[in-house]
């Protein structure tokens, strides 16, 4: 998507008859002086239909700590659906923006819908705390009203391979089946670059379309090149048809890999059997050890009788950071919480972090977790261990934002 201008009026006028059926858990209250809106405008179908609901309940619960006020004024969340589509995303927020007078949102689970938002963020001057996976949201595409909450794309696979190669270091090969969008696409570039720096080797890679349904013939592909490791560079529905898939080939010779493949949600959907040692990079996983998310966790499971995910977690600590930053600043106007953001250090869900002043990454762990055997289990929600973690970041040379500190 080119950095281009968007027209409100047009973009209201072709969204405002879809709205109706598109809403879901909104407060109508308008934006005004003693009122601040937050949106949540997250996917609630397609690919990551589950992950809409679970940022709301996180983003409810840290406005819920504060009472549902910031500075004496009363927080307004709206939620909206994208729909996993770019062209409704930004028809969602402009409407937001116009009706609600939106701020501030969260949500964008959908690397392209995300992107396709930071244009309209830019450009409305609104700010975005993004959770898609794309590099370009503090690269190419880095803009001042778009933060990315999620781990850089490099950081993650860094922490995966890094792992792999500690802990099996015969294992150098490595076959990648790459979701065909900006997600998978940032994913299979720093698979290259991480490979080559640990002395890995990519034997291959198949790109497959969103909503893919027959893995068999990429792992058939896969498996014909001898690898050591398949690294599924792909998320969501998409990723849980794949795994189910490898499982019936009963090969026991090739590890598979998620570098930021399954989360909770989906891990759940596989049987124990089927992710029963299974490596997998995480963005965030319960067992983290700090108080705030300790705290975090007891809250979650006390309101939803569920144990927090990525999801739910972006939703809480995008949020709490971005009330921590309007508390520092002692102001809602968004430009003075960029200001209070671009280098604000605090301490979050994950510990001591940062915000880097120039790419606006938030600079926090990714961890690696090995999935439990049946009999390892504890309980229901104890699916993984922790086994590894990193926070290093993507080497400057690399990073293509070209804003100014």
């Known amino acids: ?115 396709a938002e930071l244009e309209v963020a830019r450009q409305e001057k609104v700010l975005q705390y993004a959770a898609g996976g794309s590099e370009d949201f503090t690269g190419a595409r880095c803009s001042p009203y778009t933060f990315q909450w999620s781990a850089h794309a490099y950081t993650a696979l860094r922490a995966t391979l890094e792992y792999v190669s500690k802990t099996m270091p015969d294992k150098k090969k490595i076959y990648t089946i790459t979701a065909d969008y900006a997600f998978g696409q940032s994913l299979l570039h720093y698979t290259q670059v991480a490979a080559k720096e640990l002395g890995m080797e990519l034997v291959g890679n198949d790109n497959h379309p969103s909503g893919e349904r027959q893995f068999t013939q990429y792992f058939t592909k896969a498996l014909s090149t001898r690898p050591d490791l398949i690294c599924l560079l792909t998320a969501g529905a998409d990723a849980v048809t794949a795994v189910r898939q490898f499982h019936s080939f009963g090969v026991k010779s090739v590890r598979l890999v998620g570098p930021w493949t399954l989360e909770v949600e989906q891990m759940r959907e596989l049987s124990p059997a089927m992710r029963s040692g299974m490596i997998l990079g995480l963005n965030y996983y319960q067992d983290i050890d700090t108080p705030i998310n300790k705290a975090f966790v007891k809250r979650y499971l006390e309101a939803y009788k569920n144990v927090p995910s990525y ?14 930053a309007m508390d520092k600043a002692g102001s809602v106007d968004v430009e003075t919480v960029i200001k209070t953001l671009e280098g604000l250090q605090f301490d979050s869900i994950y510990g001591p972090t940062h915000i880097d002043a120039r790419t606006h990454q938030t600079i926090r762990p990714y961890y690696v977790v090995e999935c439990k055997a049946p009999q390892a289990m504890k309980n229901e929600f104890d699916l993984a261990t922790i086994v590894a973690q990193s926070d290093k970041q993507q080497p400057p040379e690399l990073n293509e934002c070209k804003r100014p500190a």
């Open 311 to 324: 999801a739910a977690a972006y939703g809480y600590d995008s949020v709490r950071t971005l009330l921590l």
């Open 1 to 115: 998507m080119t950095d281009r201008k968007f027209d409100r009026r047009t973009l209201l006028k072709a969204g405002v008859a879809a709205l109706g059926s598109s809403l879901t858990g909104i407060s109508w209250a308008q934006g005004s002086d003693d009122t601040l809106t937050l949106g949540v405008i997250s996917q609630q179908t397609g690919t990551f239909a589950y992950a809409g609901d679970l940022v709301h309940k996180g983003a409810k619960l840290a406005i819920e700590e504060r009472n549902g006020t910031v500075l004496g004024k009363k927080i307004n969340l709206i939620v909206r659906d994208d729909e996993g589509k770019p062209a409704v995303g930004v028809r969602r927020l402009t409407e937001a923006i116009g009706t609600d007078k939106l701020r501030y949102f969260v949500g964008n689970f959908s690397s392209a819908v995300g992107l």
